[in-house]
């Protein structure tokens, strides 16, 4: 049986979780308390982080290069187009999401607001997480430009680039912390992405002691 070694609400993780779900790709998923750096989980991943796939007796490390590698070996339904110049777009907005938006908003905002309770690492500093709210402003309103000249984020068809992209918003919406009427057009995205039979199983995640927001599971919101 494929497992895939992961934590609720990393991005990272989740970008694969759907990746796996869209090409209908069987796996049971193990929850991992990867800072507690077990050996176990060492010998897996040496760099110590989620997610960890095995497949096929393989285990594979980093989210892009797992989900580039399922690409591959799992062509249908396709997640990335045929010409470089558009596979060059999706890499770069993936490289988008999990590098500055991570770095500007995700890990401000849910490293103070979710893991430092359930690393028990203190209370969030406001300051932390006004910075993370603030910039994710800036993210939105590029969303909407990108939204506003294509389809999906990445050109005419959906591709890792709009999972990478909701994999970080649905993280945020669990603690609701995005702002959906900044923009129609980003909201719209993100409900076709939502209503997707591949968004279900995030949809189900519940953290112990935190539950998610009201609107995080309606598809109509």
């Known amino acids: 049986m494929n497992r895939l070694y992961h934590v609720a609400l990393s991005p990272f993780c989740r970008k694969v979780r759907l990746t796996l779900a869209e090409k209908k790709i069987e796996v049971e998923l193990v ?6 750096q077990h050996p176990d989980f060492l010998r897996r991943n040496p760099a110590g982080k989620v997610p ?3 497949i096929d007796s393989r285990v594979m490390s980093e989210s892009q290069a797992i989900c580039e590698y399922l690409e591959e070996t799992v062509p249908q339904p396709p997640l990335m187009p045929r010409d470089a110049e558009a596979r060059y777009e999706v890499r770069r907005l993936c ?3 999990d590098d500055k938006f991570n770095e500007e908003v995700t890990r401000k905002v849910m490293g103070e607001r979710v893991w ?3 690393m028990k690492k203190g209370y969030p500093d406001s300051k932390t997480v006004k910075e993370g709210l603030g910039a994710i402003k800036y993210h939105l309103d590029y969303m909407g430009w990108l939204l506003d000249q294509r389809r999906w984020l990445a050109g005419d068809n959906m591709t890792l680039a709009d999972f990478a992209a909701a994999a ?3 993280c945020l919406d669990y603690i609701s912390d995005v ?4 923009s129609e057009t980003v909201k719209d995205w993100y409900a076709k992405i939502k209503s997707r039979p591949a968004f279900r199983s995030l949809l189900a995640d519940q953290l ?5 927001s009201p609107q995080y599971a309606e598809l109509d919101f």
């Open 168 to 170: 970080h918003l649905s």
């Open 208 to 212: 112990p002691g935190m539950p998610p």
């Open 52 to 54: 960890v796939l095995r």
């Open 116 to 118: 430092k309770k359930i």
């Open 95 to 97: 490289a988008w999401f």
């Open 179 to 182: 702002d959906w009427n900044r």
């Open 31 to 36: 929850e991992e308390r990867y800072w507690e």
